[in-house]
């Protein structure tokens, strides 16, 4: 099942999304909600983010080849990390599929995409196993955890270089059904493949993930959990378009400006 | 004015504190809200975090004497910041006044306080020079950025060290006058006052935080930004009462207690 997460007439509202139809509901999508009996075609509506996390955790880097070619980048060795320690992004950055990203005006050339697999929390958990991870999974997105390397490198946090307004696309929607092992991963610049790799092959799963963080935090409906990335980005310029593709959810859809 | 939020007979509101008495309001704090003829007595009341932020900024490092002790407890040099760059710190982390810090089984001995003064946004704000900057802001409140030395030290992020469930206790409630240089923030272990500094006395100001933050990330009503410690914390063991009191705002208090 798809939930889409749309805006028409001036309206906001969760509906189902079956071919090109959203069929508008009402409540709560993580626990009780009923359909209105309204349709609308997907093209009429305006997509939103997918929800708007309570806490925004990210597991940063979490596929090899992504952690020895970012290290290069950045002249240092690489620093494939030895435990799954989740990470977090800011609620502020985040915009939905469709949205453009815009370059501050002082960004360097070095403004890159992460096509990541995006994990939506669907239950309250603590102190989950490995196999019951999965229990608290509401279902998956998509997201793009944009980056400005100058940045990430020169300063002691991550919050222009990852956190800037509208650094995080995610979207279009989520898809409830997934089987992890089938998904694959393709980034488009301008229509052109330039990153594919298989979505689960991380270092650490979204299982152990998961399983870790619960030891310590509590997570809530509506939390989401980006997997991190693999492979690397070429330098993103004034007017470029990305589309991050998973197979069996979607494809989010951004445009990058440069702040005039 | 004094905003707290509060919950009694099942219900939960913001209400103005006047003295003793809680003046229960309806709508919405940040924009247009009344008074709804009904009365609480404080004590009647739990007392509720005071906002759950969109955002949780936290501006760790930023007073001087606190880089060097905590460099010294590590057994690092002091890396004082040359530029303020704001830092994060997890929802699910947060508990009220009057709620119990619990400690991990499996956290060492250095579990460590840091009482810390709490600036909430009111207004969406972008681009705020730092003679603009305290015009988004709604008032003031108290943190405790409970830490475990050991994980940060230890670990790549602080998912667990300062962001375990109920490592954040954050109220009792939100004061929206303040004078910034007359408060002095008193930490008191067990009713002994252990950590005493001028809290205005910071490396990088709220001014300056929040205009170089607002240059990349638009704030938004609720969220917070903490803005770190002076001085240090010693161990603390179950049982042990930390009260972080901030003249002018109000005294923030929590148990520690270990878990079972």
Redesign the interface.
Known sequence: MRWINFTTAGTTAYGILEGDTVIETRGDIFSIWEKTGRTHRLADVKIEIPV?P??F?CA?LNYVAHVKEAAEKVGTSPNI?A?A????R????LIAHGEDVVI?RDATEKVHYEGELVVIIGKKA?NLSEADALSCVFGYTIGNDVSERTWQKA???F??SK???TFKPMGPWIETEVDLAKLHTNVRLNGEIRTSFPTNDMLFSIQHFIHV?S??????PG?VMWMGTDGSSPDLKHGDLVEVEITGIGTLRNRFVREA
């Open positions: 708007m309570r806490t955790y940063g990390p435990r320690e989740i990470g977090y800011a609620q502020n950055a501050p603590k300063d002691r946090t919050f222009r956190n800037t307004d963080t030891q310590y935090c509590t997570l809530h939390d």
